[in-house]
């Protein structure tokens, strides 16, 4: 128990001063009556205005005293303003016989009272001295238990991502930090939310209470707050009311070097109104931290996102992804691997174990493939030498059961793709030509089955223009079957193509009339190609072979009846997809390539879909002698 501070309480027991004063005869009244004796019990001028109390005491003792001895005595305490159910107060206090002081205790419940409450006792003495005090007036509080660090940085991502602060971004300000001084593990930030008030204009904050934020670090470094969930003190929009921010189960913290970092998504926020509650996500930029005073803030951040699928020139296979870093990134190491073992491939890259690409520079990385797998790919930072933080993107390289056997490759073919093309915009509004768009990829050939054909990954190919609309960006080769010219068909199989402007967003899958019309019994392969709706493959007199897809439909699975859409409304020509491509490699062949080349200039499309899709195949009228369809292209391949 401390004395924290000290009152002159007058004493006037005539006897008492008049030890202690001197005085010359000019200074004595003319009469002098002696009062009258008064051994009655006061309270002294030297005790304690205030007892601060910690935790585990029950008591503060206090005496009353008298000015000489005696016999026992006993007086009557009054005492206003107590707690009855904290505090228990003598009602007597007695005087051992020749004794000048008598102790008086109270006790009292100490987990009862709450840090910082503060309690006001006047014990009034029953036949007090005349020449002394008679009541005593102090305070028994429990102060704070807080002790201050100083001042750190606190990193808001609750009210930030539940009004998109800063277009996106999270705001940051110095805090004051402390620690509780018994709970080992317990901090707070002291009114946080009360700074973020003054950055944010129309914000409010109840400046009439007190918000501070308590959190604990146990003792493995993991870290939650409590209570859960906590009041801001904050308000962004009066309608909806002051904010709440609640850590989810997924949202536990990580004490690290003096920083407290949380995971993305972890957080809750709430706000309270009068009219109820309303619960949104936050920390969605995985930004909340709390950094301790005396730490140097830096930032060693990066990440990376898996953006597609590139074949190169050289026909090499490689994953594109790009990357971003904080502040402080000197440069960056990165590198992919089919792995399920992040750590491992950390630690390969800084140990030189594995191909890596370096770079100091936010962007586009390439990073070479070694054919179909689950991989990750890995971003590892480096500041002052040493190799920092890391992060990871985790995507998949899928490959055909028909990409078994044996394939070699005839090089680049002109790819025109009617699929999924008619079904866009341009930036201008008009709906996209799929002959003004042609494609680059590689096509090679079956050496086990002669006539068979396959295209390498074209709807993820960098050279197709929709791939920067593919949500789905699985690699997947398109396999034609052309053993027979006259009647080439696609059976179906996944595109590696989706979004969400189409069926929801889907991995497409893809076939052809050669196939679907056979397949749910509307017409045998003849009359399919009698109607001029099979597909088919020419070779020209300059050597250039030409598979002509004249029904190129699409659907949401690989079963025929999930098939059969296009984009082509009722009443219009579907539009044929285009293989161009040299089999026998002549310059002739290839001179004559390059001027059937139709490609105009190529413009970005918007992304919209113009059209609705529309199941073709109820437009088809079949019987068993003809198949009744509108087709104006020819399947000879004389489109170009």
């Keep these: 128990m401390k004395f924290l501070k000290y009152s002159l309480y007058t004493l006037v027991a005539l006897a008492v001063s008049a030890a202690f004063t001197a005085c010359d005869e000019d200074d004595v009244p003319d009469k002098y009556t002696p009062g009258a ?5 006061y309270f002294s001028s030297t005790l304690a205005e205030t007892y601060d109390v910690s935790k585990g005491e029950s008591s503060v003792t206090f005496d009353l005293s008298r000015a000489n001895g005696g016999d026992e005595a006993t007086y009557s305490l009054e ?27 109270i006790s009292f419940d100490n987990e009862k009272i709450a840090d910082g409450a503060v309690y006001d006792f006047d014990v009034t003495v029953a036949d007090a001295s005349t020449y002394g005090v008679g009541s005593y007036v102090f305070t028994i509080m429990k102060p704070e238990p807080w002790e201050t660090l100083g001042t750190g940085i606190y990193v808001d991502d609750i009210a930030c991502s539940l009004y998109n602060i800063g277009g996106g971004k999270t705001l940051s300000w110095e805090v004051e930090i402390q620690k509780h001084g018994q709970d080992e593990g317990l901090y707070r930030l002291v009114n946080p939310y009360a700074t973020m008030a003054k950055m944010v204009n129309g914000a409010t904050f109840d400046s009439a209470n007190q918000y501070n934020i308590t959190f604990r670090i146990r003792e493995d470094n993991s870290v ?78 990066a990440s990376i996102e898996y953006a597609g699928f590139f074949t190169a020139p050289d026909n090499s296979q490689q994953a594109v992804v790009n990357v971003a870093f904080g502040a402080d990134v000197e440069n960056a190491r990165v590198a992919c691997a089919i792995t399920t073992d992040v750590q491992a491939l950390v630690n390969s890259i800084v140990s030189g174990d594995i191909e890596f690409v370096e770079t100091a520079e936010a962007g586009e990385v390439r990073l070479p493939l070694e054919g179909p797998g689950e991989y990750i790919a890995v971003v590892v930072t480096y500041g002052k030498g040493e190799p ?5 993107a985790d995507f998949e390289i899928l490959g055909n059961a028909v990409d078994e056997g044996n394939w070699s490759s005839l090089g680049q073919c002109d790819f025109i793709d009617s699929w999924i093309i008619p079904g866009l915009t341009l930036n201008d509004g008009t709906a996209a030509d799929p002959f003004n768009f042609p494609a680059s990829v590689e096509i090679q050939k079956s050496d086990d089955t002669p006539g068979v054909y396959r295209l390498m990954a074209p709807f993820t190919n960098e050279s197709y223009l929709p791939n920067q609309l593919n949500q789905v960006q699985k690699v997947r080769n398109i396999v034609i079957n052309c053993e027979n010219p006259a009647y080439c068909f696609v059976e179906p199989q996944k595109s590696g193509w989706g979004n969400a402007g189409v069926k929801g967003g889907v991995e497409l899958a893809i076939c052809d009339g050669g196939y679907l019309f056979p397949a749910l019994g509307i017409a045998q392969p003849a009359q399919v190609v009698a109607a001029g709706l099979g597909s088919s493959l020419t070779v020209d007199n300059d050597g250039i072979s030409t598979i002509l897809i004249n029904s190129p439909f699409w659907g949401t699975s690989t079963e025929p009846d999930d098939l059969g859409y296009s984009f082509i409304p ?55 002698k003809a198949i009744k369809y509108k087709n104006n292209k020819k399947a000879n391949g004389a489109i170009l």
């Design 37 to 41: 004796p008064s051994d009655g019990p």
């Design 79 to 105: 005492v206003k303003n107590p707690d009855s159910e904290i505090f228990t107060i003598p009602a007597q206090v007695t005087f051992a016989k020749d004794a000048t002081s008598a102790p008086v205790t």
């Design 224 to 301: 939650v707050f409590t209570p859960n969930p906590f009041c801001t003190g904050l308000t962004l929009d009066p309608s909806y009311g002051v904010i709440y921010g609640a850590q989810m189960s997924s949202g536990i913290g990580t004490y690290e070097d003096g920083i407290i970092t949380f995971p993305t998504d972890g957080f809750g926020a709430i706000e309270q109104s009068e009219y109820g509650q309303g619960w949104y996500k936050a920390n969605t930029h995985g930004a909340e931290m709390i950094v301790f005073p005396g730490v140097e803030l830096t930032d060693y951040s």
């Design 388 to 392: 920092q933080m890391y992060a990871q």
């Design 570 to 624: 009722e009443g219009q020509d579907m539009i044929p997809s285009v293989v161009m491509f040299i089999e026998e490699d002549t310059p002739a062949a290839r001179a004559a390539l390059k001027k059937k080349v139709i490609g105009k200039t190529i413009e970005m499309l918007s992304g919209k879909f113009n059209r609705k899709p529309t199941k073709m195949l109820p437009l088809i009228k079949a019987d068993k």
